[in-house]
């Protein structure tokens, strides 16, 4: 046999024996279901006509296995089944007073021994380290924020604040092994309670344990809740985790395609999912996580959707630069105009008059930026498919950048801005050439940030970096660079339909 022919055959039998190991994860994992729903009905939790199945393309959903009708229960909860902050280990909880429930439920899950008997069937249904560092921004190379919308990085960063706050927490507690070098200290008996816990988690370990907890728990108000903070207000609950979200649009309930949504509710006993309508055998059944952008998905959930109705991009990259370059072009102006008046001034003197009063006192006129941020429209300007020239805030801002420059004078130029701010009335929307004038505005904007920053900065950018695994200089994973890539080319979607309806 030839070399080219022997190497061919040893890469054929590896990829069989990789094949081999995929199905096998399959069906191991599938198991790992089947596990689940008989530990479910144990506990006594129903299903009515449905169950977790494979869907090609996206993991794990709920199936219906028969017709289901409009306002039928397919899923009641027992509300003694449901992982609370009021099932935690009472070590851990002892250990860790004040911290958020959030952090506590994590480490109930870190630090609970592994395989736990209480929850392993539900543990083993929950996604791998694997799956969560592929998915979550949070636990990426830090080099890629340069590469995450302002509004997703926003929402990273607060998320990174929370997470640290919590660590710190289970850091400086005493649930942990004593560091090497550190001497063991006398233990009391609650303490010794908590020795069978698993005390040697890493940051990682108990990240992936918090991710968890942020991706798959479900809002909780009950009387003992409504004591927390509202982001508090959180359970874990098997089963009903398995759901996937849909971006659902009420406004266009007849719409083809818009995927109407389960209801869910609480109740002292359940917790309860009924279908809101008909369903056929072998239709996915979804909830709704909430009303979110794709910026949010990503962030919160690590998935993002190809059509979301719910989605916006913040545009401030291409409204502050004209803000800013108005201002520029204010202030270069009050300062000639400062200079002329000097030099009248000067002459006026040696003349031996008196410089008028009323040009003394002239006031230096407000600049777009100055006048928006003194009526607390500065930035947070969006795009959506709801409203793809701009939002509320973004037609405000276009306004002050047309009525300053354009008036007779400034005052002029404030009143008529003031005008629509205070009271409403909108003189460029009664006149289509003013109209016109925002339009061409606005697609100005949009073409530029287009250019500079999502073809240039940000695409290319990441086609550039290095991805391949082992070598030196990698940043990130592969995945990440596609989750990235994809969200920017909904971006570049978003702005190419408001071009489209800005410039129809």
């Known amino acids: 046999m030839t070399k080219r022919k022997r190497e061919a055959a040893k890469k054929g039998k590896g990829n069989k024996r990789s094949t081999r190991r995929k199905v096998r994860g399959k069906s191991s994992k599938m198991e790992a279901y089947q ?42 909860v027992p509300s003694n089944t449901l992982r609370t902050y009021e099932t935690v280990n009472p070590s851990i909880a002892r250990g860790l007073l004040g911290i958020s429930i959030h952090g506590l439920l994590a480490a109930d899950l870190a630090l609970d021994p592994s395989p736990s008997a209480k929850y392993r069937q539900w543990n083993a249904v929950c996604p791998t380290r694997e799956d969560v560092w592929d998915s979550l921004p949070l636990t990426w190379d830090h080099r890629l924020r340069d590469f995450l919308p302002k509004k997703a990085l926003e929402l990273l960063l607060k998320q990174e604040a929370k997470f640290s706050k919590d660590w710190s927490m289970v850091q400086q507690s005493k649930l942990l092994s004593p560091r090497s070098g550190e001497k063991e200290y006398e233990r009391s008996e609650e303490e010794e309670e908590g020795e069978k816990l698993n005390k040697s988690i890493t940051r990682d370990d108990y990240l992936y344990a918090w991710l968890l907890v942020n991706t798959r728990t479900f809002y909780h108000e009950t009387p003992k809740t409504k004591k927390f903070n509202k982001e508090d207000r959180m359970v874990l609950q098997p089963v009903a985790d398995l759901f996937n979200h849909t971006s659902y649009d009420p406004s266009a309930e007849e719409k083809e395609g818009n995927k109407k949504t389960c209801s869910v509710a609480f109740s002292p006993t359940a917790f309860t999912i009924t279908t809101t309508r008909p369903y056929t055998a ?206 920017w080319m909904q971006v570049r979607r978003m702005v190419d339909r408001a071009l489209e309806e800005l410039e129809g």
Not at 46 to 67: F, Q
Not at 469 to 487: F, W
Request: hydrophobic share 30%; aromatic share 6%; proline share 6%.
């Open 35 to 76: 596990e689940l729903l008989v530990w479910a009905k144990d506990k006594g939790i129903i299903l009515n006509g449905v169950e977790p199945r494979r869907i090609p393309g996206r993991g794990m959903g709920i199936m219906a296995t028969k017709p289901l009708k409009e306002n039928q229960t397919i899923l009641t």
């Open 282 to 487: 072998g239709e996915e059944v979804y909830i709704c996580y909430g009303n979110h952008s794709n910026d949010f998905l990503l962030i919160e959930y690590g998935f993002l959707f190809d059509e979301n109705v719910w989605d916006e991009v913040c545009i401030d990259d291409a409204i502050l630069p004209l803000l800013d370059k108005s201002q520029q072009q204010q202030q270069q102006t009050s300062a000639t105009q400062a200079r002329q008046l000097k030099k009248t001034t000067r002459r006026l003197n040696e003349r031996g008059k008196k410089d008028p009063k009323s040009q003394a006192d002239q006031q230096p006129p407000k600049s777009p930026k100055d006048l928006l941020e003194e009526t607390g429209f500065l930035g947070n300007y969006n795009l959506d498919p709801r409203n793809p020239t701009g939002c509320y805030r973004t037609q405000v801002a276009l306004r002050a950048l047309s009525a300053l420059p354009s008036s007779l004078t400034p005052q002029e130029g404030e009143k008529k801005f003031r005008v629509f701010v205070d009271y409403g009335q909108d003189p460029w929307e009664e006149s289509p050439e003013e109209q016109a004038k925002l339009n061409m505005l606005l697609a100005q904007a949009l073409k530029q940030w287009r250019g500079d920053v999502i073809e240039k900065k940000i695409i290319e950018g990441l086609d550039k970096m290095e991805w391949k695994e082992g070598h030196e200089k990698v940043v990130g994973r592969e995945c990440h660079r596609d989750t990235l890539l994809m969200r």
